[in-house]
């Protein structure tokens, strides 16, 4: 399997999520990444928490992507941020809207994540690689899903080199996108976002808010083994490695894993992959 990977993380809140990340991230760089994503939260609320996790992953010997959000955002403050995220090294950004944080206006100088693309490309040139954020199964604020797929083309066309989606366990859904994004004049690489699934509550929780959909038969099963930890990430482990196995047949440009700050899953997932893919001979 020659699929290229990475890795996304969140910054840890405590002293021993910190100690548990390190310890994830050596792990995960035996399988060789292309790089590593950090994220932050609405309104900006732990970017010192990515910009330290980042440092860390740079002096790890790594490349490092920044979620970047613009919502709040001021041009000058924006300006002054990519010129010390190049000092630093960092040569990918995850341009993003940015979640709206509770009782917010619009505000700031970038309404959309298409305004920061554009921004960032005529500020720095092709300082940044820069990735944005795609939805095969409709972003859940969307009018619709022709609007929502016109305004990805709107982020690529502004000046993003590739992009990331959603995670998704109907490989259907991607596809769509890609063909659709395509007739749009989109041709930029889209790497599907995979998530591992270790825990039935915690997925159902994170996809109901998100928007992403999980297949009924799925959800049933989950719901089924209860409490049964054990059968839950055998199940998981069997349904993304087959997700993965028909993604990697297609082609796809790459595999993007929502590591949840954990090593195990993604790892059983790559090197199951790895086992089951021969070199030509």
Same mark, same amino acid.
């Given at each position: 399997m020659?699929?290229?990977l990475?890795?996304e993380?969140?910054?840890?809140?405590?002293p021993e999520g910190?100690?548990?990340l =390190?310890?994830? =991230?050596?792990?995960?760089?035996?399988?060789?990444?292309?790089?590593?994503?950090?994220?932050?939260g609405?309104g900006?609320? %732990?970017q010192e #928490?990515t910009?330290?996790?980042?440092k860390?992953?740079l002096? $790890?010997?790594?490349?490092?992507?920044? !979620?970047y959000s613009? *919502?709040?955002a001021?041009?000058? #403050?924006?300006?002054e941020?990519?010129s010390?995220l190049?000092a630093?090294?960092v040569? =990918?950004?995850?341009?993003l =809207? #940015?979640d709206?944080? /509770?009782?917010?206006?619009m505000?700031g100088?970038?309404?959309?994540?298409?305004?920061l693309?554009?921004?960032?490309?005529?500020e720095?040139?092709?300082?940044? !690689?820069i990735?944005?954020? @795609?939805?095969p199964?409709?972003?859940?604020?969307?009018? +619709?899903p022709?609007?929502?797929l016109?305004a990805?083309? %709107?982020?690529?066309?502004?000046? @993003?080199?590739s992009? *990331?989606t959603?995670?998704?366990?109907? +490989?259907d859904a991607?596809?769509?996108?890609?063909?659709d994004?395509?007739k749009l004049g989109?041709?930029?690489p *889209?790497v599907?976002?995979i998530?591992?699934?270790t825990?039935s509550?915690?997925l159902?929780?994170? /996809?109901d808010?998100?928007?992403? $959909?999980?297949?009924?038969?799925?959800?049933?099963?989950?719901v089924?083994y209860?409490?049964?930890?054990a059968s839950i990430k055998?199940f998981?482990l069997?349904v993304?490695?087959d997700l993965c196995d028909q993604?990697?047949?297609a082609?796809?440009p790459?595999l !993007?894993?929502? %590591?949840?700050?954990?090593s195990?899953?993604t790892?059983a997932l790559?090197?199951?992959?790895r @086992?089951?893919s021969?070199?030509? $001979?």
């Amino acid at each position: 399997m020659n699929t290229p990977l990475s890795f996304e993380f969140f910054p840890p809140k405590t002293p021993e999520g910190t100690l548990k990340l =390190r310890q994830a =991230r050596a792990q995960l760089y035996d399988l060789k990444p292309e790089f590593c994503s950090v994220t932050y939260g609405a309104g900006g609320s %732990t970017q010192e #928490g990515t910009m330290a996790t980042v440092k860390e992953i740079l002096a $790890e010997g790594q490349e490092a992507a920044l !979620h970047y959000s613009c *919502i709040g955002a001021t041009r000058e #403050g924006v300006r002054e941020q990519l010129s010390q995220l190049r000092a630093m090294g960092v040569k =990918r950004l995850v341009a993003l =809207r #940015g979640d709206m944080p /509770s009782g917010y206006g619009m505000g700031g100088a970038f309404q959309y994540a298409s305004d920061l693309v554009a921004f960032i490309r005529a500020e720095t040139g092709n300082t940044f !690689h820069i990735e944005v954020a @795609a939805y095969p199964e409709v972003h859940p604020q969307a009018k +619709s899903p022709a609007a929502d797929l016109q305004a990805f083309a %709107t982020k690529v066309k502004a000046g @993003a080199d590739s992009a *990331i989606t959603q995670y998704f366990y109907n +490989s259907d859904a991607y596809f769509r996108f890609v063909d659709d994004a395509d007739k749009l004049g989109v041709h930029v690489p *889209i790497v599907p976002g995979i998530m591992p699934i270790t825990s039935s509550s915690q997925l159902l929780r994170f /996809s109901d808010a998100c928007g992403a $959909e999980i297949p009924r038969w799925i959800r049933q099963r989950l719901v089924a083994y209860g409490d049964d930890v054990a059968s839950i990430k055998a199940f998981g482990l069997e349904v993304v490695t087959d997700l993965c196995d028909q993604l990697i047949c297609a082609g796809v440009p790459g595999l !993007h894993f929502y %590591t949840m700050n954990q090593s195990a899953a993604t790892m059983a997932l790559v090197r199951g992959l790895r @086992a089951q893919s021969t070199p030509d $001979e």
